[in-house]
């Protein structure tokens, strides 16, 4: 991410700049949904399953603690030595530590928005480390220098040409091949000589069972399985609200996550790991990072039950039509933009704004997070707050003050249609934000008010 910190709107008016890069991200995610759509379809008891993965969430976050603390103990029966970490900063630490008694130079990690959050691959490069993101995706982008710009398909901003320069740069395939099946073969031969040589494995965590003290981790190429297999030691990184209670339950999640994510009936690897191999070491470091204040608060801690399946990334007209990289964090889209302020709240301010309120976000999540009303909740909070520009601030005053007297709107309605027929460039000028992308209407003959009288009295 760029370093100078720019909003939501600055940026999706660059990503805007190239219409043809705009059209396919829209369409090819809008593709998407549909395939959730019909994979959600062909499942009958689909809502049921929705709403029982909500209630177990509920129940998640009201015994967070009891459940985190049965994960710990039988984590430790099976083997591992668990960790906890309060701030990204120590999430660091702790890895950094690992790595360094391991005796560790260079380790491979498979996705992780966790270790996305927390900076990770950036700290352990400064200290040394060299980091290999093996999804392939997670790959692309770590090989151009930039972070994902979607938690499922990290590199969906990338063209297959402009893969095919990359890889002709940094792996030696030959120059203006972009063959999907040729690009894949050069990383996976890449990725292999790393798997070999890797001593540590990091990988991410999609849920952690507290009855059995065991994580799963899916993925569609099978790298968190090959990376654990050959390391010596395997460090697992997780949020404190992937716990789910019992092993049944997995059975709703995982049915979800797929069909949600990508229309897929069931990821390709679900990766039960329970035990370590014998002389291998297994680290879980658990992250709070403001999720314990998140939970207190009545209105945002429903958004700590995400699984983190993209599908309201892949609904919302604003996210596919502005990219990823507009969002400036970890986690973008509809769940980024009520996460985000409730750990920034200055940085984050643009992004509930980032959105239409359509609802399609919470219409398709599969834990029935409301995320559409926390956007609009956030909004009130950060007005509240003073975290809006001054012109907007002033605009909104000006607005209810219209629409509080009858007289002035009125007024300011015939005011308007006025301007815009005899003065339009009144309107019609880049100092109108909203003009910019647009074209103005014809001002109509009179209002709607002044229509409905009129035909009501004919009746
Ligand atoms: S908020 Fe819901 S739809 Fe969005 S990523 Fe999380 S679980 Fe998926």
Redesign the pocket.
Same mark, same amino acid.
């Given at each position: 991410m760029n370093s100078r910190h720019t909003d939501h709107a600055t940026r999706a008016e660059k990503f805007n700049l190239d219409e043809s890069r705009v059209d396919w991200h829209d369409k090819t995610l809008w593709f998407i949904r549909e395939k959730r759509d019909k994979a959600a379809w062909q499942i009958p008891e689909w809502e049921q399953l929705r709403e029982t993965a909500s209630q177990i969430k509920n129940n998640v976050l009201s015994n967070l603690h009891d459940y985190l603390i049965e994960f710990e103990k039988n984590a430790q029966k099976n083997g591992a030595t668990v960790h906890w970490a309060s701030t990204p900063a120590e999430h660091n630490k702790i890895v950094l530590d690992i790595i360094k008694q391991a005796g560790a130079r260079n380790i491979v990690k498979s996705k992780s928005m966790l270790t996305e959050e927390c900076h990770l691959n950036e700290y352990l490069t400064a200290h040394g480390i060299d980091v290999v993101d093996t999804d392939l995706g997670e790959r692309i982008v770590q090989l151009a220098g930039e972070p994902p710009s979607h938690?499922v398909l990290p590199c969906i901003h990338w063209k297959k040409e402009e893969i095919g320069e990359l890889f002709h740069q940094e792996l030696g395939t030959p120059k203006g091949n972009a063959d999907p099946q040729l690009l894949t073969n050069a990383a996976r031969l890449n990725l292999r000589n790393h798997f070999m040589t890797s001593r540590v494995a990091i990988t991410g965590v999609n849920f952690a069972v507290a009855e059995t003290g065991e994580i799963v981790v899916c993925t569609n190429e099978g790298n968190a399985d090959l990376g654990v297999q050959l390391a010596d030691v395997h460090i697992a990184c997780m949020g404190l609200e992937k716990i789910i209670p019992r092993r049944k339950h997995l059975g709703v999640f995982l049915r979800l996550l797929a069909r949600?994510a990508t229309g897929q009936p069931i990821t390709t690897y679900s990766s039960h790991f329970k035990k370590p191999r014998e002389g291998q070491q297994w680290h879980i470091v658990l992250l709070d990072n403001g999720r314990s204040e998140r939970l207190g608060s009545n209105d945002f801690r429903n958004?700590l039950?995400? @699984?983190?399946?993209?599908?309201?990334?892949n609904t919302c007209p604003v996210y596919r039509r502005s990219g990823g990289h507009s969002y400036h964090t970890t986690v973008a889209?509809?769940?980024g933009s009520i996460l985000a302020p409730g750990l920034d709240m200055k940085k984050n301010a643009d992004l509930p704004f980032a959105s239409t309120l359509c609802g399609s976000?919470s219409n398709?999540?599969?834990?029935k997070?409301d @995320?559409h009303d926390q956007l609009y909740k956030w909004r009130q909070v950060l007005v509240r707050n003073g975290h809006v520009s001054a012109i907007k601030a002033i605009g909104m005053k000006g607005m209810a003050a219209v629409l509080s007297y009858p007289f002035i709107y009125n007024t300011s309605g015939s005011l308007g249609r006025w301007i815009m027929r005899y003065f339009p460039f009144l309107f019609s000028n880049r100092a109108n934000l909203w003009y910019k992308q647009r074209e103005m209407p014809k001002a109509p003959e009179k209002s709607f008010r002044e229509w409905y009288i009129k035909n009501r009295k004919k009746k």
């Open positions: 938690i949600s958004a039950k995400c @699984i983190r399946c993209a599908a309201c990334f889209g509809p769940i976000c398709v999540c599969p834990v997070i @995320i």
